[in-house]
């Protein structure tokens, strides 16, 4: 760290503040995967560094940072009993769908959970009706809040999806035939292409 900032200090000049933010962009001061990742591939390489304590960490640690790839932040953030049908979900509807941006995964991530909550909701709810969970007074209020987060779950489901499939789908050409058209603000054509 101490030599990229001495380079720094020949390379941009302080008072020069696009300058400065470009030297920091291009070359990943701070919080860099490249640089975690090169040295959880120094610790591979020394056997004598392999089963310590900070090499394990800082697997954790990679594993989070390329969370959009491993899935391991979405995995933690569900129940235990979920975690492999979540990152099995996401995997499939990458698949399914060719994700290859971050924008991409992230909305299949965003499918998966969303999924999930459906699924952890319903669940809850089926306890309660058959009586698994204890009853009480407050059960109606409950049922009031399940079934909103519930409608919740599955609106989030529904857009993610959507908002999927209109990026993934190429921009149809647009064929009028007539002299005049009248197109508002927020037309919106929907071509799902032919299907065989």
């Known amino acids: ?10 390379e941009v000049s302080i008072s020069d503040s696009s ?10 001061v701070g919080y860099s995967t ?8 120094e610790m591979m390489d020394d056997e004598s560094k392999r089963e310590n304590d900070k090499t394990y960490e800082l697997f954790d640690k990679t594993q989070h940072a390329l969370g959009l790839d491993t899935h391991t932040p ?12 979540i990152t099995e979900f996401i995997h499939r509807t990458e698949e399914e769908y060719q994700c290859k941006t971050g924008i991409e995964k992230s909305l299949a991530q965003i499918i998966a959970l969303s ?4 699924i952890s909701i319903s669940k809850t709810m089926s306890n309660y009706l058959a009586g698994e969970v204890g ?7 409950f049922f009031t809040i399940a079934s909103k987060e519930l409608d919740r779950a ?16 190429s921009a ?21 292409g032919k299907e065989n």
């Open 1 to 10: 760290m101490k030599k990229k900032l001495v380079k720094a200090k020949k």
């Open 19 to 28: 300058r400065a933010r470009d030297f920091f962009i291009r070359n990943k």
């Open 34 to 41: 490249d640089k975690m990742l090169e040295e959880f591939a």
């Open 74 to 85: 979405v995995a933690d953030s569900v129940p235990v009993e979920h975690r492999y049908l």
């Open 115 to 118: 999924h999930i909550r459906i």
């Open 135 to 141: 009853v009480n007074r407050d059960i109606n209020d």
């Open 154 to 169: 599955h609106r989030q489901l529904t857009n993610a999806i959507m908002t999927l499939r209109q990026i993934k789908v």
């Open 172 to 192: 149809s050409p647009l064929n009028i035939k007539a002299n005049t058209a009248f197109i508002s603000q927020n037309q919106q054509f929907n071509d799902y």
